[in-house]
């Protein structure tokens, strides 16, 4: 299984980005859950947003809610994480994850596979 993030760059405050995880070698549709984690410098890796099989339901950080959002595609095989009015703290390296026993959405020890990451910065 290989996870590709792709879209982070910089912004300005109030800004957008989108974020798109493509996978490969597997389908995305048969993961338990499928996430977006983020890692600031110093700073432990944090569950941004996560999404239950097939969209069945969705958990996103407090620090996020009402501005970010996760989606799933299952045809073109892909997670998006749609980033609105955007803050200097959201600055981190943004990792997508993919779980394939579950084991609790929000918790990193629940996903097996992860990418490369893809740099946010926003000022």
């Known amino acids: 299984v290989q996870l590709v993030e792709s879209g982070g760059g910089s912004v300005q405050t109030g800004g957008s980005l989108r974020l798109s995880c493509a996978a490969s070698?597997?389908?995305?549709?048969?993961?338990?859950?499928m996430g977006w984690f983020r890692q600031a410098p110093g700073k432990e890796r944090e569950v941004v947003a996560a999404?239950?099989?097939?969209?069945?339901?969705?958990s996103y950080a407090d620090s996020v809610k009402g501005r970010f959002t996760i989606s799933q595609d299952n045809a073109k095989n892909t997670v998006v994480l749609q980033m609105n009015s955007l803050k200097p703290e959201d600055t981190a390296m943004y990792y997508c994850?993919?779980?394939?026993?579950?084991?609790?959405?929000?918790?990193?020890?629940?996903?097996?596979?992860w990418g490369q990451g893809t740099q946010v910065t926003v000022s």
């Open positions: 994850a993919a779980s394939k026993y579950g084991g609790g959405m929000n918790r990193r020890e629940a996903y097996n596979y």
């Open positions: 070698g597997y389908a995305i549709s048969t993961f338990v859950y």
């Open positions: 999404v239950y099989r097939l969209g069945r339901g969705t």
